[in-house]
Structure formats: C-alpha cells, structure tokens
C-alpha cells in the first residue's frame, strides 16, 4: 500500500475545518466502532463545496453505507432531493433514523436493493455518487450513464483505492478501479480528475 496523503498533512487539513455538526460526529464515533468505511470529513466539505457549485436537483447515491455521505450531499443542497441506495436494510433503516431525526427528512429517498438497478429508475441525475463495491465502479457508470442529466458530475470515493491502483497489487477491487479511472479518462463524453485526498476522489462532468 502506498499512503495517499502523508499523514501529517491529512492532520492538518482536518485542524482547519470547524466542529459543526454534532450529528456528523456521531456518525463519524459509530463508524469508527464498527469499523465501518465512510468518506470522512475531508471529502464531506469537498463534496459540500462541488454541491454549492452545481446547485443540483436531484443526487443520486450508489453505496449510501449509514447515510453520512448522504447527510453531506443533503445539508449543502437548497432544492432538490438525494437518493440513497445500499443493500443492506440495516444501514438504510439507520440512514432513515438519522435524516428523521434531522430537518433534512423531506429531501431524502431511501432504497434497499442492488444499486445498479434501483439507479437506474432515476433520470437526467444532476450528481451521481459512486462508493459500492470496487469491482463494480466500471459497470456502474456503464448502467448509469443514460441517465445522467447534460452536464452532470459523476463522483467516486477511493479512486486511489489504498494506492494499490499504482502497486503491483491485481486484487479484483483494484483491478476495478483501474478499469473504471482509465475508461473515465479515456471517454470523450467525461471529462475527468482525481482529487488525492484521503484515499482519492475522482469527479467527472458528462460533457458528450
Ligand atoms: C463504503 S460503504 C458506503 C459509505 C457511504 N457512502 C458513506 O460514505 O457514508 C459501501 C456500501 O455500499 C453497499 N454496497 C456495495 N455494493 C452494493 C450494490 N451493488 N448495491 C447496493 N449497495 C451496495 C454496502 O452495503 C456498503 O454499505
């Protein structure tokens, strides 16, 4: 594995961001009990800030774990709705908890089911979130490219993917994210970049 940001500067880009939300720490406390992968404060604010540039209406989320990443879209969206979508029931009653618990309930949809098909009931998706299974990042944007509205942005978390992308690892996650950085750089209807930070953001916008 090769670390993505040196740990002292990660340190340091989470020393200036304020304390906020006591909700977000909470889920942040539960995540780090179970041990359970979410996009962290970091790529939180830098998902908040590509959301107050594009003003979407509606968000689109492959992979919504608990709900934090979808809390994040959520609270810097002023219109529209984010869908979430993960398989496990569990993570998605708890996701309906905290948005219930929150002003945020009346922007949010919730789904259990295999993401690759339950997206795939939504159009012209102003922002599509990719954080599913690795292996599946290629067919993901393959499925969903359709439905993706003029102009939209795909986001996908761990596009670095540990730094195994550049190592001799050939695991079937890190073979997928390869596959799936490559075919965003290589089609002429995306145009694409890789944020290093934490473990990689790739964000692309549709413009074929
Ligand atoms: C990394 S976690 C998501 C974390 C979440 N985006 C966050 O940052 O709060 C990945 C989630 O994707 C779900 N998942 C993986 N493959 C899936 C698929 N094909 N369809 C639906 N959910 C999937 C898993 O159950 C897991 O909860």
Not at 163 to 170: H, P, T
Request: aromatic letters at 10%; charged letters at 25%; hydrophobic letters at 45%.
């Amino acid at each position: 594995m090769i670390p993505v940001t040196d740990p002292r500067i990660e340190k340091y880009l989470l020393s200036l961001l304020p304390d906020d939300d006591p909700l977000l720490r909470e889920m942040e406390r539960i995540a780090r009990e179970k041990g359970f992968p979410i996009i962290d404060r970091l790529v939180g604010r830098f998902i908040s800030l590509l959301v107050r540039i594009k003003n979407p209406q509606l968000v689109v989320e492959l992979g919504s774990g608990f709900g934090y990443s979808a809390y994040w879209f959520a609270r810097a969206m002023n219109r529209g709705k984010v869908v979430l979508i993960d398989y496990d029931e569990s993570n998605i009653d708890y996701a309906r908890g905290i948005f219930e618990g929150s002003a945020l309930a009346p922007q949010a949809e919730f789904h259990v089911g295999d993401a690759l098909i339950v997206g795939q009931q939504y159009h012209d998706i102003d922002i599509l979130f990719i954080d599913i299974d690795k292996y599946q990042y290629l067919d993901a944007v393959a499925a969903m490219k359709p439905h993706l509205a003029k102009d939209a942005l795909v986001i996908a978390d761990n596009t670095l993917w540990y730094g195994k992308v550049a190592d001799r690892e050939n695991d079937l996650d890190t073979m997928g994210i390869r596959a799936f950085n490559q075919q965003m750089f290589r089609d002429r209807d995306f145009f694409s970049t890789i944020i290093p930070l934490r473990d990689g953001v790739l964000v692309s916008q549709k413009i074929g």
